[in-house]
């Protein structure tokens, strides 16, 4: 099930094409209804809270309440041609927008259901099986697999190709010696990427990217804002090391899944998991890079909160913002699948660190849940 959101529908993807591989199973995508203002809180906040209780028939009602009769409909067509008893589908969705009709629907017609993420109603208590990261601190459950990072859609044997596919759109040069990836991300409600950071974080890296004869592959995100992709554009135009500037306000192609596969080392700003956690799982070396903070204040407030729970004067769960992800980046800085640099000694620090391209990823959180959700599936049948 998606909602529309890009980072979602990777995770999704990403367990349900292990799943996929593993038992031979159809990967159907169904898009959730896009409700908004009081019809969402009403029918998603509200109503959706009485769907854990509900038969057959109550969660047929929601879903025509709700606006998803057609999904529904399209899920009883898939079944029917595929012959499928009770519990032989999956209805699986991340984020809170698409799991109360993952569950209506699992309920509607009589198979599982999986959340992936926490989503604020229905509980995670009510699906067959949870997919939680770590720095959401679930509680411990029989129904619930905790990861580290989030699961993504980067599969390996598909990322050598992915490469080559990019490299013959920007083919690199002839004698270099690496290739690097630099993701940028954007601005939300914690991190801020300015036209001031772009001068501050970025031109350390183009000078190490040229002292070690290494060409960079860069691309933004949808969150960039207009400001900061013209500084970037205008910086890079004095560095020979560059080989590729994708835009995403000014290219709809997605250069990444080419970027993990062409490229030693990624650089990858810190506002997105997601990002971060599908560089880990290419099995690259990964470089976090910080960024600015949107509002001092919160912020501020955040780290309050993160020094009172470190204290245990407050229970882990209440941390929000950027200290609960910082909790993910530290685990794995820890676990040796991240590297974090200062902006004054990235030169530096890049010469100390070796540059792995494995044969396979070393965090793969996807797979980890597809064989968690296939073994506890096949179990219960």
Known sequence: MSDGIRGHLSQSRGVAGWISRFTGADAVELDAPRLHGRQRFRLLKLKALFLPGADSEGAVRWLKQAGGE????????????????????????????AAPYTLALAKALGQ??????TPSVPSPAHFDFAVIPAHDHPKEASNTLVTLGAPNAIFPDELERRGWELAEKYPPGEKVAEKWALLLGGDDENYQISREWILAALPAILKAAS?????????????TSPDAEDELADLVKHSR???????????????????LGLCSRVFVTEDSVSMV?????????????????????????????????????LPKRLLWGIPRFNAVFAAMKRD??????????????????????????????????????????????
């Open 70 to 97: 057609e999904i529904l409909n399209a899920a009883r067509k898939k079944l029917s041609e595929k012959n499928a008893s009770a519990g032989d589908a999956l209805f699986l969705s991340a984020g809170s927008g």
């Open 112 to 117: 599982k259901c999986c959340t992936i993420m």
């Open 211 to 223: 002292v070690a004869g290494a060409e960079l592959y860069i691309t933004t995100s949808r969150r």
């Open 241 to 259: 090391a560059v080989r590729m500037l994708l835009l995403a306000s000014r290219d709809s192609f997605n250069p990444v899944p080419g970027m």
């Open 277 to 313: 956690s599908e560089a880990v799982t290419a099995g690259r070396a990964v470089f976090l890079l910080r960024t600015g903070r949107k509002n001092m204040l919160k912020a501020g407030l955040q780290r309050a909160i993160a020094l009172l729970a470190a204290a245990r004067l």
């Open 336 to 381: 040796g699948f991240l590297y974090e640099i200062g902006y004054d000694t990235a030169e530096d620090y890049v010469k100390r660190t070796q540059t792995p391209l494995c044969d396979g990823p070393r965090l793969n959180e996807a797979k980890r849940a597809a064989e968690w959700i296939v073994d506890r599936w096949g179990r219960s049948r």
